[in-house]
């Protein structure tokens, strides 16, 4: 067994260094064993909700696209011209921007989204958001996009003094937090418990929602210092999330949600059509962030530096 000397990894219990095995990572300090599955190091286990779900990946890195829809126009701006070793949390499938910063390196649940996320990225591993597999400060920067608002609130803290810790001095994090909007719509939808759980919260994981306030101060209460915040999306979304949320038992509840959902199916029938209406929504959305109320918002975009 040798000493990873050139990997990033140790044991995400106690933080001591790796030795590997033909099999295995081994900490040389608690000595407990983590198994490569397919070259992959897992110090986590897995998950069949997350297995395979989003392993598709992005190879954009700076298109129209990118361009146009909010949240990625927000680590493209944000991450423009900077260099380091970016670490992005619940990678799935990998994101081609992240690469193209430097030495990249992912982190998820899934396999399936790790062996796609391996193409784009230089390290990867399975491992839970909750305990990171690398000594302190080993990163420049910190992504996660749609991610945190699959973490339950009780792990939450936990996620972010790890990315607190692996964070060198004066590094940045950027992420995109999926929030719980107080909009019109969203209060629509919780009117019925169970119709919520079952369209809106389960299909995508969202267990972990909160308002973007709270998610914004929980960044400052895990020491950091916040660079730049947007409650974003207050109302407002892409017409296929529309369809997603409410083609279904909402529809039968309220007329308005019936023309609602029958107005962005008619927008979604052909590619072209789809494009306008959502270059409308981004108008939209631009709009409505700078007038709507923020306790709307229904994800926000923060920015944190560790001091
Ligand atoms: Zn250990």
Redesign the pocket.
């Given at each position: 067994m040798a000493e990873l000397q050139s990997s990033l990894f140790c044991?995400p219990?106690?933080h001591?260094a790796v030795l590997e095995s033909p099999v295995a990572l081994i900490?040389s300090?608690?000595g407990?064993a983590y198994p490569l599955v397919d070259g992959i190091p897992c110090f986590g286990d897995s998950d069949t909700f997350y297995e395979g779900r989003w392993a598709q990946p992005d190879s954009s890195a700076g298109s129209l696209r990118n361009r146009l829809v909010k949240k990625e126009r927000f680590f493209v701006n944000g991450l423009r011209g900077r260099r380091g070793r970016i670490l992005d949390l619940g990678c799935g499938g990998g994101w081609r921007l992240f690469a193209t910063v430097g030495h990249s390196v992912g982190i998820d649940i899934s396999l399936a989204s790790l062996q796609s996320a391996r193409r784009l990225y230089d390290q990867v591993a399975q491992a839970r958001l909750t305990a990171f597999p690398f000594a302190d400060e080993s990163f420049d920067f910190v992504v996660s996009s749609d991610v945190l608002g699959h973490i339950p609130l009780t792990e939450k803290d936990a996620t972010l003094s790890e990315i607190y810790r692996v964070l060198k001095p004066g590094g940045l994090t950027w992420h995109y937090v999926e929030a719980d909007g107080d909009d019109p719509l969203m209060r629509f939808a919780k009117g019925y418990p169970e119709l919520y759980t079952r369209h809106i919260v389960e299909p995508e994981g969202h267990i972990g929602l909160e308002p973007a306030g709270s998610a914004a101060a929980r960044f400052e209460r895990a020491g950091f210092r916040i660079a730049g915040q947007v409650p974003c999306y207050r109302g407002l979304t892409y017409v296929g999330r529309f369809v997603q949320y409410f083609d279904n038992g909402f529809k039968e509840r309220s007329l308005f949600i019936r023309l609602l959902v029958l107005s962005c199916k008619l927008a979604t029938i052909a590619g072209p059509i789809e494009l306008a209406a959502n270059l409308g929504m981004s108008f939209l959305i631009e709009l409505g962030d700078r007038i709507l109320p923020e306790r709307w918002a229904g994800g926000l975009l923060i920015c944190c530096e560790k001091p």
């Open positions: 044991c219990v106690c001591s900490c300090d608690c407990k």
